[in-house]
């Protein structure tokens, strides 16, 4: 007999499994499908982000980030280390056991919520006057249905037609992850953030890295500023980062991969790496849901089409996250799944934006919020800027990390905040202070008379809000 639920979530990543989560909250009987596995077989619920994305990567850029303090920066506090060696084994066990405490803890936040947990991949079976028969095909197949169907079900790396990836010479995110041993030389196709942060692991392990940009502007959807001043510090930390390429002919061979490409003036050049990784990009991922079958429309790019309350063209059919138009960011699929369970319970869910924030979390770190200085210009508006460098704070001298700057962009006459922009230390930690102003629509001046603790980092993003008067106090 089938197993009847007031929502059914297809995908347990970081939309799908907190849209279970808070329907259940709000009364629902609430169902989650996700057919992640781990080395064991088991259930891996988190979705790319938990199990081959945002969380492995970070647990990798604080262990690289570790050695590479240890071989070059700890002398200058007094810390001397006699033979630094790296193993790499113990490392990559770090990160998945990190990944496998997220996998768990979503496990006990399913039961704590009382959401039911399938293991296997949903598709629709067929629609009915109770709602959705979904089809549950894991180690046993079965039948459930659903009143109110959320489709969470993530992205896929995009790969070049050419280099389809083998996660052993050509990798996307998952074997960039993976890597059993320091290669010589690595190269990087595509630098944007999965491509720059993988980049920044393996040259800080010892890989020489190679990172080839098809666009002539380094990181485009930056504040310009804060590009330059990050291209600065990127390429002289040993990135060899080279923009405006056309990539042409890849050929793996046994032990490596080669690439060809016309650089930026037009010449022909050739470069041999020991591994390539493959950042250009993600696409919606639909494969076997058989929306052709429910007539679930999709747009003209392949995402599941949905309008502004993420409702699609079939009654009581939600989508969310990377499937859907928007970033592809997991806590904007967070915010997604939250709102939409709202909306189902008849409440008013609420998702801006124009607040969301971005991080690359490179070292030093990248974020912001709201528009740069370069839309704000295309548009017409007039408006103000501050910006204050962290070389003139108190705990960044301390911490001995000076590098980069907070912006501020307001509105010329309201003194609005329009956009605040960082590159610096743990700046992933003070873009919420941003965030939470613009929500409330704050002016400059409202953040520049606000204390901050001192010394502190935080009160690199006051005085930014002051030079926007003009009138920083440290700098």
Known sequence: MSKIFDVVVIGGGPG???AAIRAAQLGFSAACIDDW???????APGGTCTNVGCIPSKALLQSSENFEHAGHGFAEHGIEVKGLTLNLGQMQARKDNVVKQNNDGILYLFKKNKVTFFHGRGSFEKADSGGYAIKVTGASEEIITGKHIILATGSNPRALPSAPFDENLILSNTGALAIDGVPKKLGVIGAGVIGLEMGSVWRRLGAEVTVLEALPAFLGAVDEQIAKEAFKLFTKQGLAIHLGVKIGAITAGKKDVT???TDDKGAAQTAVFDKLIVSIGRVPNTIGLNAEGVGLKLDE???IAVDDDCKTNLPNVWAIGDVVRG????HKAEEEG????????GQHGHVNFNTIPWVIYTSPEIAWVGKTEQQLKAEGVAYKSGTFPFMANGRARALGDTSGMVKFLADAKSDEILGVHMIGPVVSELISEAVVAMEFRASAEDIARICHAHPSLSEATKEAALAVDKRSLNF
């Open 16 to 18: 799908g499994y907190v």
């Open 37 to 43: 596995k781990n080395a064991k077989g088991g259930p």
């Open 259 to 261: 690439v060809e490409y």
């Open 301 to 303: 790019r392949g995402f």
């Open 327 to 330: 970033p592809m960011l997991a």
């Open 338 to 345: 939250v709102a939409v369970a709202e909306r189902i319970a």
